[in-house]
């Protein structure tokens, strides 16, 4: 009496499961694969660098360009022989930073807006485009005006510190008054202060490439296709015994055919 026998499989069927064989792609970490799969998404980072960089020299291109006009002005004091000039002059640049943060005042704008004839309410409009700061170390305050017009924004530079001048001059008589004198003039500026189109698209670029990095790398991590026979042992652990070639010819035969049943309603 026969006995009917499963064949032997020439590996372990046992010891790997359907669970152990199911495809997973694995995302390689090494620098060499990171390397390769950078490659096959050049287009991505391109694309990228090519969408920021566009959009910031756009941006950067309807702006209204805007001009800023500085003068300078020198905080003293009149004082005595007497008065030690070192301790004077630490005074001062003390004092400086409290006219500093006078200047841009309210009050200052003002008295701009009347002297200049300005529209009413044009104080705070102003206000808000002028800034004053002390260089460092001296007794020398900067006043500058950004305004799309450069001549406008050198004679209200000018007049700021002329108006400036004169409060002070009011606020503080006597033997030992502060003063506070024009130093130099504001000219009329030629080039903008903003938009800076060449630092704009410089930072767009330098984004642009580490998003577009990381956008690629996104992309390799999301790809579950497999790339060559090595990749798919590697995924599956079990080797790869042959390689099937498209057809090209093939495909296009089955495709006519294919349309030929359907004009042919069969």
């Given at each position: 009496m026969l006995q009917a026998t499963k064949p032997k499989l020439g590996w372990n069927q046992t010891a790997m499961s359907d669970k152990d064989i199911t495809?997973?792609?694995?995302?390689?970490?090494?620098?060499?694969?990171?390397?390769?799969?950078?490659?096959?998404?050049?287009?991505?980072?391109?694309?990228?660098?090519?969408?920021?960089?566009g959009s910031a020299l756009g941006f950067s291109l309807v702006q209204t360009p805007t001009y800023e006009a500085t003068s300078k002005m020198l905080i003293g004091q009149k004082s005595t022989a007497s008065q030690s000039l070192a301790g004077n002059v630490t005074n001062l640049q003390q004092l400086t930073v409290t006219m500093a943060?006078?200047?841009?005042?309210?009050?200052v704008t003002q008295q701009v807006v009347d002297v200049l004839g300005l529209p009413e309410g044009s104080a705070e409009e102003l206000l808000k485009n002028l800034s004053a700061e002390?260089?460092?170390?001296?007794?020398?305050?900067?006043?500058?005006?950004?305004?799309?017009?450069?001549?406008r924004a050198q004679l209200i530079a000018n007049t700021v510190a002329q108006v400036f001048s004169q409060k002070v001059a009011?606020?503080?008589?006597?033997?030992?008054?502060?003063?506070?004198?024009?130093?130099?003039?504001?000219?009329?500026?030629?080039?903008?202060?903003?938009?800076?189109?060449?630092?704009?698209?410089?930072?767009?670029?330098?984004?642009?490439?580490?998003?577009?990095?990381?956008?690629?790398?996104?992309?390799?991590?999301?790809?579950d296709s497999w790339d060559s026979p090595e990749e798919v042992e590697q995924i599956s652990g079990v080797p790869t015994f042959g390689v099937i070639p498209e057809d090209e010819g093939l495909v296009s035969n089955t495709r006519f055919e294919i349309l030929a049943r359907k004009r042919n309603g069969t």
């Open positions: 495809p997973m792609r694995v995302n390689a970490s090494s620098p060499k694969e990171i390397v390769r799969g950078l490659r096959r998404r050049v287009w991505a980072i391109l694309l990228v660098v090519i969408v920021l960089t943060k006078a200047l841009p005042t309210l009050s002390q260089e460092p170390g001296t007794m020398l305050i900067d006043i500058s005006y950004r305004d799309p017009d450069p001549k009011q606020v503080s008589p006597g033997a030992n008054a502060i003063t506070a004198t024009v130093w130099e003039q504001a000219v009329v500026p030629e080039d903008p202060v903003s938009p800076d189109t060449v630092r704009n698209v410089a930072l767009a670029l330098v984004l642009g490439i580490f998003l577009g990095i990381g956008f690629a790398l996104l992309l390799e991590y999301l790809d």
